[in-house]
């Protein structure tokens, strides 16, 4: 078993790298709990399904949801605690030096990059995610492409064109969408 | 002491009403920081809605942490903190108490499908909303997809994906000036 120190090492890593808002954490948030073994990916479409009905940031219900899978509340409390200790130090850094973070334009430049690679982590959760929902297997494969009928969960592919249109095009909003394919998925899909 | 109550209460209260993430909820911190306490002003807020989404982290609580510690220092930070990240907290924690119980009941596992999807198509509508937005150049396209190629088919952590992106911003400026003279 690994030692609780590890895990909050592993989230004060997520918490330090993490740009661009709770879905672009996602990608690491996974690779993490892979690499330590302790979650399959099945369970980790479940975490991001329960984040989206639960209240906070996506980064507090993951750190809190897996430090509590791999050791009861203390384990859930140093999660938070290391995802959270990056923006303490940074945030009071960077206010005490204002002046010098607002004039550096490398800085300034730096972030310019980081920014579309965030779109590009959270492009890749879709995926993880779509290959746990809509689809059944990984999407670039062999088999998807000769066998696309069979990888296709039909339902909660209705659901995801669904909640695409009324969210892209209508502006419903999320909890309503949630709540709803929620309440879909329980009478329909089972 | 005060203060440093009213902040706790008043982070809590925004971290129990905002579900899915944190952009939900900036614009009930700057009503409740500005118009409501008058803790700071709106180019104060500005200020801090910038600097809370350039830094790595969950951006209510790099909101919470500035705004306390510009109202009450340290342990106004860790009061804001605190109540932000509290209802995330006890609501996943009563959940999983209760999960084990009903992990196995159709009615809980069809709903978890039904949210699993949403979510996916949640997610790529962000994904959309924010790369129309940042998308500007080619500098931009070839950061997103390399990012993304790392991920899904290197299978490299995502961290390097986050380095790549400084890097080439860094470079394509340090070219530009370079190129342009000086600037």
Redesign the interface.
Known sequence: MMPIFNLFIMFF?I?????????AM???IF?SVQEFGIMTAVEF??L??????????????AA??VG??YAG?GG??VS?IG??L???I???T??HFMKK?EES??LH???????????????????F??E???FNGPV?SVGFIENAKEYI?L???I??????LL??KFNVG??K??I??????????? | MKLIWDLFFTFLKIGSFTFGGGLAMLPLIRKAAVEEKGWMTEDEITDCFAIGQSLPGVLAINSAIYIGNRTKGILGSIAATLGVILPAFVSIVVILLFLGKIENNLYVLGAFEGIKAASAALISVAAYKMGKQILKGKLEFFIVIVAFAIIVFAAISAIWAIVFGGLAGLSAYLYRRKKGGTS
């Open positions: 890593r918490g330090l790298f993490s740009f661009g808002g709770g879905y996602l990608p690491l690779q479409s479940r991001v399904a329960l984040s989206q009905v639960t209240p906070g940031p996506i980064a507090v219900n809190t949801y509590y899978q509340v859930a409390a938070t995802v959270t990056p923006s303490f940074l945030v009071l960077v206010m973070f334009k490398s430049a730096v972030l310019g990059g980081i920014r579309p690679a965030t779109v590009g982590l959270i492009a890749s959760a879709v995926i995610l779509a746990n929902s809509i670039f969960n339902l909660p592919c659901i995801f064109i669904g909640t695409i969210a892209g999320p909890i969408l949630t709803l394919a929620g309440i879909i998925g329980a009478l329909v899909i089972r």
